[in-house]
């Protein structure tokens, strides 16, 4: 009778416990702490790994869905550490997905990898000098977030190793983010289906992390093409029908259309071809569009115009028209229980130790570049970061703003982006101004630290289980309760791989002749005979 009293509560215990806390609890806060200690000490030692990882991708500059040198280099990194990688997810070739331990729970890792266009500068100087004149380069410093995502998980996956803790560690890629390019098709084709949670990365120049409406804006990127036929411009020009003609009344349509748009929308394009020569009526062009708002509706609501348009101007000129998605991402939305534990241990790693050096550079590139001298929330630039960001929560309104494709992930897994001090503050952005601290201390520090609060943040995660589970309320609850994703990408809507291919064939073989090699220089400003930091040019 007293054994049926005691089995009945004990049963109830074991099978109300999530699965991944029954292999081996590690429930004791001390306990947890300790490990902490011992990971963050572990990260420490890891500062020349860190320095390596980043100054290398930095120098194969590769734009996005060509990222060949880029994946391979990290892919091999993370097979001798035990990692197994499936390659060319999603059909994108330089895709993957990297996958350690067994059971629940799964917490993906991630951060970007492609670089800017016309970007290539040499870093750790204050003034601009290409490294390959012209060519792509590190001009929004993704060479550095999946350097800090993989040394957290290494040293994390060792302690669960010895401790004999279950979970899955998820380690992947943004391809293309600047061209928004793959999140969304990850999401389509089930690579997230079963995962518990994502800590994405995302290089910046202080340590943070928000939840709720981000502010930012969700996009299509689409491109529409143009053909009609050919004539003598001189000649007979009346018997050609002028697909640059279609291309320019699009575009003067929708700088009109401006006027009579909401404005949190933010709409920019490109001429992919406007025509060969102009001796010749263009029988083929084409034109490329971002269309950002604040919500689905308002984003699909333009898009619809933004295809009526083309097709009317395509009557207008005799031309037949047709169009392409390139990219998507929804607006981001990011969650609370989350950005809450790695909050809390952002407060515990705290900033790195600037250098009077890591400071001269700071300054002087600000001074290079005019930067603003306060941030958006009215916080002085002056110098690196050396006081903490708060915890942001959800923004009361915005004017709009930026695009990040992880907010397709955030939509359909609870997820944070934390941010990480590998940059200076003030510069422009998608600028080659923005290369410059990014294979410096400053990004080597800025790693370290973000790589510790990530580490910290996973054991948070696989110890405690209602982390998660108060992630999973909020996103149903809070985050999806009225909003419901929808995707622009279809079925049969194929990634946009063609892009950049052009311009890393004619740039790599230049680019090539400057990849760091780790065998013969302690770093790439090393091997690029810059002292640091170095504020003229040598011989002025």
Not at 67 to 75: G, K, M, N, R
Not at 487 to 516: C, G, S, W
């Amino acid at each position: 009778m007293h054994f049926k009293k005691l089995f009945l509560p004990i049963f109830l215990l074991v099978f109300t416990t999530p699965i991944w806390a029954q292999k081996k609890a590690i429930s004791a806060p001390s306990k947890v702490e300790l490990l902490k200690k011992e990971v963050l000490k572990s990260l420490d030692d890891k500062k020349k790994n860190a320095q390596e990882m980043v100054d290398m991708v930095f120098s194969f500059s590769e734009l996005g869905f060509q990222e060949t040198e880029s994946s391979a280099y990290l892919i091999n990194i993370l097979e001798k550490n035990g990692f197994t990688i499936e390659k060319g997810i999603a059909g994108i070739p330089t895709a993957w997905m990297a996958k350690w331990g067994n059971g629940k729970p799964v917490i993906a890792l991630g951060s970007d990898i492609d670089g800017i266009p016309k970007a290539s500068q040499k870093p750790g100087v204050a003034y601009k000098e290409p490294i390959v004149e012209d060519a792509p380069g590190h001009g929004e410093g993704h060479n550095s977030g999946l350097p800090l995502v993989i040394l957290s998980a290494i040293e994390v996956k060792k302690v669960m190793e010895r401790e004999g803790l279950s979970g899955t560690l998820m380690i992947w890629p943004g391809v293309a983010e600047e061209l928004v390019g793959s999140k969304a098709w990850y999401i389509r084709d089930g690579y997230f289906k079963n995962v518990d949670a994502c800590i994405f990365t995302h290089v910046s120049s202080n340590l943070g992390v928000s939840w709720g409406d981000a502010g930012n804006n969700g996009l299509v990127s689409v491109e529409f093409k143009f053909e009609g036929s050919s004539a003598h411009s001189a000649g007979a020009p009346w018997r050609g029908k002028s697909a640059l003609d279609a291309v320019e009344l699009m575009d003067i349509a929708w700088n009109f259309k401006r006027e009579h748009l909401k404005p949190t929308q933010r709409s920019h394009y490109v001429i992919t071809d406007g025509g060969d020569q102009p001796n010749v009526v263009p029988s083929k062009a084409s034109v490329w569009y971002y269309l950002r708002e604040r919500t689905y509706e308002d984003i699909k609501s333009m898009y619809d115009e933004a295809l009526l348009y083309a097709k009317s101007v395509a009557t207008m000129t005799g031309t037949k028209v047709s169009h392409q998605l390139l990219g998507t991402a929804w607006p981001g939305h990011f969650n609370k229980s989350i950005a809450e534990a790695v909050y809390k241990n952002i407060t515990q790693v705290g900033l790195p130790t600037w250098d009077s050096s890591d400071q001269q550079l700071a300054r002087a590139v600000q001074k290079l570049v005019n930067a603003p001298k306060k941030n958006q929330r009215g916080a002085p630039i002056d110098g690196l970061a050396t006081k903490l960001d708060t915890l942001n929560g959800p923004v009361q309104f915005s004017m709009g703003g930026g695009s990040d494709d992880i907010a397709d992930i955030a939509w359909n897994v609870p997820t944070v982006v934390l941010r990480y001090p590998s940059n200076i503050p003030g510069t422009p952005g998608h600028n080659w101004a923005d290369g410059i601290a990014m294979a410096t201390p400053i990004a080597h520090k800025g790693v370290v630290s973000g790589s510790k609060v990530v580490a910290a943040t996973l054991l948070d995660m696989f110890t405690n289980p209602t982390i998660i589970e108060n992630a999973w309320d909020y996103h149903k609850n809070v985050q999806t309760k009225d909003v419901k994703y929808i995707p622009f990408v279809e079925a049969t809507t194929p990634p946009a791989i063609h892009l950049n291919k052009k311009i890393m064939d004619q740039f790599r073989p230049q680019l090539k002749k400057y990849y760091y090699d780790p065998s013969k220089y302690k770093t790439y400003l090393e091997q690029l005979g810059i002292q640091y930091p170095q504020l003229e040019k040598k011989g002025l």
